[in-house]
Structure formats: structure tokens, C-alpha cells
């Protein structure tokens, strides 16, 4: 990944931030870029911006750039670069804002198909309080119309027990739902 090049963007630079930092919870303006959340993300090397330079991203106002780019969609939220922040910015919770963010204002994501998956995920979690793998990429698959470019894969991870056959819930799972409705209005 090559050095990032930041110039403020003259309209809404405080307003996105301010919109992050509420959606979020996150108190953004603290990184002083130390990089030590780019240093231990596992997917840095993948995506077009390390966890800083979308901080960077934001303090400056550049929107439409951040919303865009494919590292709010490759995040994973490991959380290894929250748990590296000398400031406790958690930046797994501001990705998944800026997802949010995108989806709310239609804009196409940098990854082809995932705000398609961020869907599938959640309506698995939202159904059974958990993530049921097996149904989800059934789901995502039949969704995308992407049926059979990884089915030999997902036939030895099912072989392997990788994919359980049957699902199971969390023992509250009305809570759980009560979670999503809020979360939604």
C-alpha cells in the first residue's frame, strides 16, 4: 500500500465527522495516526486503506471516498486495532457505522456483492442470535446467483464439520430481536 495523500474537503468536513463520532460512539478526533492499529490488521494488506488512514479519511471530511472503499467491507472486526489504540477508539464499531452509513445512502460498495452479505449475516444473527454459516451462504448463494464457484470448498469444509447441518439459537432470542428493533427505528 502506498503513502496516503489527504486534502480537506472544504464542505462537510465537520459534519461527517460529527456524524461518524454519534453514529458510532467513537471519539474519532483522538487518533493522532501512531499506526498501531495498521500494524496489526489482518487485512490491511488487502484493502485499498489501513484503519488510520480512514480515520484520516474522516477528520477530513472526504465522505464519499470513505463510503466507497472496499476496507469498510473487508473489515472483519477482529478488533485487534481497538485493542491497539492508545486512545480505546474501536474501530470495529466505527466500520460498522460507515457500513451502515453507505447502505442508508445507496452508495455501491467497493467490494462487488457485500452489502449482500452484510445482510444475509445480520438477518442470521437476527433470526437465531448467532451466525448459522450453513444457511447463511446458502442464503448469500441463492441471493448473489453465485450458486457454484466455491462449492467444492464448501463440500470439505462440510465433510471437515466446518458447516454444521442443523442450527441452534441463543437461549434469549427475543432479546436479540429486540436488539435489531431498536437498532432499526
Not at 467444492?152 to 464439520?161: A, N, P, W, Y
Request: aromatic content about 8%; hydrophobic content about 40%; some cysteine.
Amino acid at each position: 500500500m502506498t503513502a496516503m495523500a489527504v486534502h480537506a474537503s472544504p464542505n462537510g468536513t465537520a459534519k461527517f465527522a460529527r456524524e461518524v463520532r454519534e453514529k458510532s460512539g467513537q471519539q474519532i478526533q483522538l487518533c493522532y495516526q501512531c499506526r498501531k492499529c495498521a500494524s496489526g490488521c489482518p487485512m490491511g494488506e488487502f484493502t485499498d486503506y489501513y484503519p488510520n488512514q480512514i480515520l484520516r479519511l474522516i477528520q477530513f471530511g472526504r465522505k464519499e471516498e470513505v463510503l466507497r472503499s472496499k476496507a469498510i467491507w473487508l473489515c472483519f472486526n477482529c478488533e485487534i486495532c481497538g485493542a491497539r489504540c492508545p486512545n480505546g477508539i474501536n474501530m470495529a464499531v466505527v466500520m460498522d457505522a460507515l457500513r451502515q452509513m453507505a447502505l442508508e445512502e445507496k452508495i455501491p460498495a467497493g467490494i462487488k456483492n457485500a452489502p449482500l452479505f452484510h445482510r444475509v449475516f445480520l438477518n442470521s444473527v437476527k433470526s437465531r442470535g448467532r451466525v448459522h454459516e450453513t444457511f447463511m451462504m446458502m442464503g448469500y448463494k441463492l441471493k448473489s446467483g453465485d450458486l457454484f464457484s466455491d462449492l467444492d470448498i464448501g463440500l470439505k469444509m462440510f465433510q471437515k464439520r466446518k458447516l454444521p447441518l442443523f442450527a441452534s439459537s441463543v437461549k434469549n432470542n427475543g432479546e436479540v430481536k429486540r436488539i435489531f428493533a431498536r437498532a432499526s427505528g
